[in-house]
């Protein structure tokens, strides 16, 4: 059992980062690049993610005790304000992964092996419930007391007693809708699309509904207004930031018929915005999906890890339309093996791009020193 004094000592390190100037500083960097204002600055938040904080947790064992999560998250962003990049000072609940929505649908969900420390922790894979398109027809929404919604409750005022009030607190990191949709029928929806389009848009929008609500009964019980979109990562962005990696598989076509009427259901209950995530590898760019999004109004960011090269090439496309939150994942080694280093990268991308706005960065650092080697870096490119 997690002893409360480890606990306390890992909240209390938390005091020694309380800085409201600066994290002031930071919303505005965020806010400006998301909105095109010229600053001078491409914004990088460099996340300290020591793997030595989880070592040795069986995730099944631990996964709905908070006071596990808090005192491997607490050391974590400890860690990262050390650093003093351009993130801000928040905790996510982030290893249900996609497990709460798709829970409140009856999915089972199938546990990795261990835990990890990381902002990025996927959680749970939840397992289709529906073998047939058909049966959505009869289904309707259901209800928010099912499935893992307790188990958030739990987290979240547990949470919320313990920590800093200048901690802002995010729940699960909200599922994509048709990500979310297309777990519960499995792959098969791919060619349902076409065979059964409106049924398709039925699950989608219904979860949709539920997404919406998921997040609206988190901020209720932590007290975050519902048009203040700090995600996961210590971004304050556009709206909800909704992880809709499955929609690699569609074309731009289906992306605008499926799922835009579904983000705008998400967006209207945040503000009117959209933030939009899908992953991507330096093999795998999926950069269909970019000019989807450009034709939706509503979504105002697009975050995608190598979208920081999408966004040099086509900026002018971009500009005052779509801004771009990129470079976690693989990039880092990405730009070191292409340039030789991330500082002859650095030396090369910030001068040129540091004027133009519209881009949020933020990576993973393994340790507080290869953290604070990073951002001397990026501080001195500026400089250029």
């Given at each position: 059992m997690m002893q409360k004094s480890q606990i306390k000592q890992s909240l209390k390190r938390l005091e020694n980062y309380y800085n409201p100037k600066r994290f002031q500083e930071i919303e505005q960097l965020h806010k400006n690049a998301f909105d095109w204002q010229g600053q001078g600055r491409i914004p990088l938040g460099i996340h300290v993610v020591n793997p030595e904080h989880g070592k040795g947790l069986s995730y099944n064992d631990v996964w709905l005790n908070p006071e596990v999560f808090l005192d491997i998250q607490a050391k974590q962003l400890a860690d990262t304000l050390e650093v003093g990049s351009d993130t801000l000072?928040?905790?996510?609940?982030?290893?249900?992964?996609?497990?709460?929505?798709?829970?409140?649908?009856?999915?089972?969900?199938?546990?990795?092996?261990?835990?990890?420390?990381?902002?990025?922790?996927?959680?749970?894979?939840?397992?289709?419930?529906?073998?047939?398109?058909v049966e959505v027809a009869e289904i309707e929404a259901p209800s928010l007391d099912s499935g893992l919604m307790s188990d958030v409750e739990n987290f979240a005022r547990y949470y919320n007693q313990n920590l800093p009030s200048w901690v802002y607190l995010v729940g699960p990191m909200p599922t994509g809708v048709f990500s979310a949709a297309m777990e519960l029928r499995g792959s098969s929806m791919l060619m349902d699309l076409i065979d059964r389009p409106e049924l398709c848009k039925k699950l989608i929008s219904l979860c949709a509904n539920r997404c919406v609500l998921i997040e609206q009964e988190f901020r209720r019980i932590v007290g975050t207004a519902l048009d203040k979109p700090y995600s996961n990562f210590g971004v304050l962005g556009a709206g909800l930031r909704l992880g809709e990696d499955s929609i690699c598989n569609i074309s731009r076509e289906m992306i605008m018929e499926f799922c835009g009427p579904a983000f705008t259901q998400v967006n209207d209950s945040f503000g009117g915005m959209g933030h939009i995530h899908f992953c991507s590898l330096p093999h795998s760019r999926f950069e269909h999906i970019y000019p989807a999004l450009l034709e939706m109004p509503e979504v105002a960011v697009v975050s995608s890890q190598f979208g920081f090269e999408y966004y040099q090439q086509n900026i002018e496309k971009l500009r005052d339309k779509l801004a771009v939150e990129s470079f976690y994942g693989d990039a880092y080694e990405y730009v070191c093996e292409k340039y030789g280093s991330f500082e002859v990268w650095a030396n090369e991308f910030v001068p040129r791009f540091k004027n133009k706005s519209g881009l949020v960065l933020y990576m993973n650092a393994s340790c507080v020193a290869e953290g604070k080697r990073i951002w001397e870096i990026w501080q001195r490119a500026h400089e250029n």
């Open positions: 000072p928040v905790i996510g609940i982030n290893h249900f992964g996609d497990a709460v929505l798709t829970s409140l649908f009856g999915a089972k969900q199938h546990m990795p092996d261990n835990v990890g420390a990381s902002l990025n922790e996927v959680g749970p894979t939840p397992l289709a419930v529906y073998s047939n398109i």
